[in-house]
Nanobody, 118 residues
Framework: VQLQASGGGLVQSGGSLRLSCVAS????????MGWYRQAPGKQRELVAF???????DYADSVKGRFTLSRDFAKKTVSLQMNDLKPEDTAVYYC?????????????WGQGTLVTVSS
């Protein structure tokens, strides 16, 4: 599975951005899809993810501001980010868990930078 992310950029505090990610390759085995982020000097953290059903989960820091949507037919996952804050500045990575045979794998996108100015 390969993941191609797009979106990101520079925005002022309180602004909005939308990230998108499309999966290709052995997509039939994809289970979870979502987004992680890594700020400078910090560990990568989960932002939001979608299970293979309708489940969604969000980091407490983004609840009420970020919305994850997923199109199972198009193999895409998007992250609408509203009311952005400087602490949201990070490289955002699309992520997917997928099965290939009897093993589960992780796939990562290339990362897209989100910068929020105060």
């Amino acid at each position: 599975v390969q993941l191609q992310a797009s979106g990101g950029g520079l925005v002022q505090s309180g602004g909005s951005l939308r990230l998108s990610c499309v999966a290709s390759g052995s997509t039939f085995g994809i289970n979870d899809m979502g987004w992680y982020r890594q700020a400078p000097g910090k560990q990568r953290e989960l932002v939001a993810f979608s299970t293979n059903g309708a489940g969604r989960d969000y980091a407490d820091s983004v609840k009420g501001r970020f919305t994850l949507s997923r199109d199972f037919a198009k193999k895409t996952v998007s992250l609408q980010m509203n009311d952005l804050k400087p602490e949201d500045t990070a490289v955002y990575y699309c992520h997917a868990k997928y099965w290939l045979g009897d093993r589960k794998y992780d796939a990562w996108g290339q990362g897209t930078l989100v910068t929020v100015s105060s």
